[in-house]
């Protein structure tokens, strides 16, 4: 079946830097969606990618869908403390199902 | 209230206890879903519902029994579980469950269910 690998498990940054993750799949997805996920609470939409080679921000984020539909990134800029939390890529293919990611946990020294 | 939401947000029971976990969604949304999530492990999805139909159930024990009265409530009903049934039991929303433009899915809080 579909699968994602997201890279990296978990970062440990200096406030002010910027991050960069990323997922990848042996199969073509339809759809790239990253969430995040604070402690205690449910994920929470981040980003939503439709089209092959799309790139979209959110503030201080930015992910791009990648051209072989294979694979997303999400960049966050000039970290800051409250961006700590659990980041998860997920994808949907022609099976309609929204595969998830494992996960990459960040943290941020102030 | 809005968008989603999930309680208990916390539960401790025994393996020989009934419980059940509520969802509701204030979204006007037609799809719904129950998944489960374990440390180091991806969210697995357990089932999905379907304007009050249930169209998905992923291989998962009868232990566990989901229901869904009316479009906007989810339950999903516990009995005898077992220790490593311990996880966040999340509960999820979209516009339609057909892969598609701006279905997005959009999340409760969760239940930390702990079994004794």
């Known amino acids: ?110 | 209230e809005t968008g989603v939401t999930q309680t208990p947000r916390h539960l401790v029971m025994g393996m020989t206890n009934k419980k059940s976990l509520k969802c509701e969604q204030h979204l006007g949304h037609n799809a719904m879903y129950w998944y489960k999530q374990s440390a180091k492990k991806p969210l697995e999805l357990m089932f999905v519902y379907s304007l009050e139909e249930r169209v998905e159930n992923n291989s998962v024990p009868s232990r566990f029994s989901p229901e869904c009265p009316n479009s906007s409530h989810l339950f999903l009903h516990l009995h005898t579980l077992q220790p490593e049934d311990s996880a966040l039991y999340l509960c999820a929303s979209s516009q339609d469950r057909l892969a598609g433009l701006y279905n997005e899915q959009f999340f409760g809080p969760g239940t930390r269910l702990t079994v004794l």
């Open chain 1, 1 to 110: 079946g579909q699968q994602l690998n997201q890279s990296p498990q978990s970062m440990f940054i200096q406030e002010g830097e910027d991050v960069s993750m990323n997922c990848t799949s042996s199969s073509i997805f339809n759809t790239w969606l990253w969430y995040k996920q604070d402690p205690g609470e449910g994920p929470v939409l981040l980003i939503a990618l439709y089209k092959a080679g799309e790139l979209t921000s959110n503030g201080r984020l930015t992910a791009q869908f990648g051209i072989t539909r294979k694979d997303s990134f999400l960049n966050i800029s000039a970290s800051i403390p409250s961006d700590v939390g659990i980041y998860f890529c997920a994808g949907e293919g022609n099976t309609g199902k929204l595969i998830f990611g494992q996960g990459t946990t960040l943290q941020v020294k102030p």
